[in-house]
């Protein structure tokens, strides 16, 4: 299979997010529970020497996510926020006209107040349109981003080590290469056809060089919904000369998808495998999208406490993600204030309990003991094993078995967790209940 990863699906590629995660990432322990580290581009050509010496002592294979639906908003990288810096030297890092025809534009931005509205959708989102879609700067970048993804890091390593390259290593290079996607709402949106162009440079790129490349489907779960556009989506992805399909549904989040998206998305990914004998490789996903392993999924990409959904426009966050319990048997997060109060009103707590080693050490087999739990690197720690954990369940387990076992946690837990006073809020409010894992069975049972 094209992800050129050892081993079964599905596959659990990490997100890599902050240099403060590198510690776990990098933890002998941590490091046998996942198969890949997914790194942004952006953030490749911001920390250019650190990641790949990184990646270099890290020795686990990796992807670079090209991170190109950035420029789809001239505010991503002309404003004062947000990812403008990164922006602008990874456009640098893509070179050729493209990067000439960013600097100008961020330039211009500046004094062109007409040239993008408060919305994203509105006129500044035609004008990038505009200055993206001439042919040569598409080729432009589909060229570069597949040069940058498959020379920097070891460019910079062999830089770094010079001719005292330890024998034991080799240089790092992608397990496979990602070709550049724009966001679009439909295949009618002009921006379908300026990425069918995009991805038609780059996969020229990749082939001069005899290197895989993965296309890279970024659009909303509604196109999976209709028959023309699914089909449409089918057709191209079955002409593309690689065997994983990746996938990114905007927003699409596994407590908040209704029935029909799930079924939609779970008929997408079993038509590739069916049709073109193509698995998907989810870029955000978690618990529910291996579920659909035996359709055809090959794995899933996230952070280490976020990152199971993404919305394409939200420029990322300040700070650090919150704090957040993962619960093995909900397979989703609660916030800790919210996973303390669980604790202490469902009966037998003890059933609720991880028996992974962080959990084992910091609860000492006593539920109550959860608040010690609240330091970022034990629950990202606690995250990686239970997702690990998931991943090993899959692959032995028949569906039927294993949407049963979430039918069982959500008669058992669902009317006490949805009655719990929400303490975070003034009014009465309650914490979120379980529905989705009905949804997810429901969903995945249907004939
Ligand atoms: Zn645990």
Redesign the pocket.
């Given at each position: 299979m094209s992800l050129n990863l050892p081993g079964e699906p599905p596959f659990t590629l990490l997100r890599y997010g902050m240099p403060a995660d590198k510690d776990i990432i990098a933890d002998p322990a941590i490091k046998a529970l996942y198969d890949a580290i997914v790194i942004p581009a952006h953030i490749l050509a911001f920390f250019h020497e650190a990641l790949p010496a990184f990646l270099y002592g890290l020795e686990k294979p990796y992807i670079v996510d090209p991170m190109t639906y950035m420029y789809q908003s001239v505010r991503s990288y002309s404003d004062e926020w947000g990812t403008r810096r990164s922006a602008r030297k990874l456009a640098e890092a893509y070179g050729g006209e493209f990067a000439r025809m960013v600097a100008e534009a961020a330039e211009s931005h500046g004094t062109d107040v007409q040239g993008e509205g408060r919305s994203a959708e509105g006129s500044g989102e035609q004008r990038t349109l505009r200055l993206l879609n001439p042919e040569n700067i598409l080729a432009s970048l589909g060229r570069g981003c597949v040069v940058f993804q498959d020379e920097v890091v070891a460019d910079v390593v062999r830089r770094l080590v010079g001719r005292y390259v330890a024998v034991s290593r080799t240089l790092p290079t992608p397990a496979v290469l990602l070709a550049p996607y724009f966001y679009f709402k439909s295949v009618r949106d002009p921006w379908y056809a300026a990425c069918v162009t995009l991805q038609g440079a780059a996969l020229d790129e990749a082939q001069r060089r005899g290197t895989q490349i993965l296309p890279v489907i970024c659009t909303q779960v509604a196109c999976l919904e209709e028959a023309f556009q699914r089909e449409a989506l089918l057709a191209d992805c079955g002409r593309w000369p690689a065997d994983v399909v990746v996938l990114w549904l905007n927003g699409f989040s596994q407590s908040g998808a209704q029935e029909p998206q799930i079924r939609a998305l779970a008929d997408f990914v079993g038509e590739l495998h069916a049709q073109h004998k193509k698995q998907t490789l989810m870029l955000y996903g978690g618990y529910m999208c291996m579920l659909m392993t035996g359709n055809g999924l090959a794995g899933v990409s996230h952070g280490m406490l976020y990152g199971e959904h993404k919305e394409v426009r939200r420029l990322p966050p300040g700070g650090p993600p919150p704090d957040r319990y993962y619960f093995p048997l909900f397979h989703d997060f609660r916030k800790m204030s919210h996973a303390v109060r669980i604790m202490q009103e469902v009966d037998s707590p003890v059933d609720l309990m991880?028996e992974?080693p962080?959990?084992s050490e910091v609860l000492a087999g006593d539920p109550r003991n959860l608040p010690l739990m609240w330091r970022t690197a034990a629950l990202k720690r606690?995250f990686l094993?239970?997702r690990n954990n998931e991943k090993e369940a899959t692959r032995g387990t028949a569906l039927p078995e294993a949407l049963d076992a979430l039918r069982v946690t959500y008669e058992r837990y669902n009317d006490t967790v949805r009655a719990i006073p929400n303490p975070d809020t003034r009014d009465l409010q309650f914490l979120p209940d379980l529905e989705y894992l009905r949804k997810w069975a429901t969903a995945l049972s249907a004939p």
């Open positions: 991880c992974c962080i959990c606690h094993q239970a």
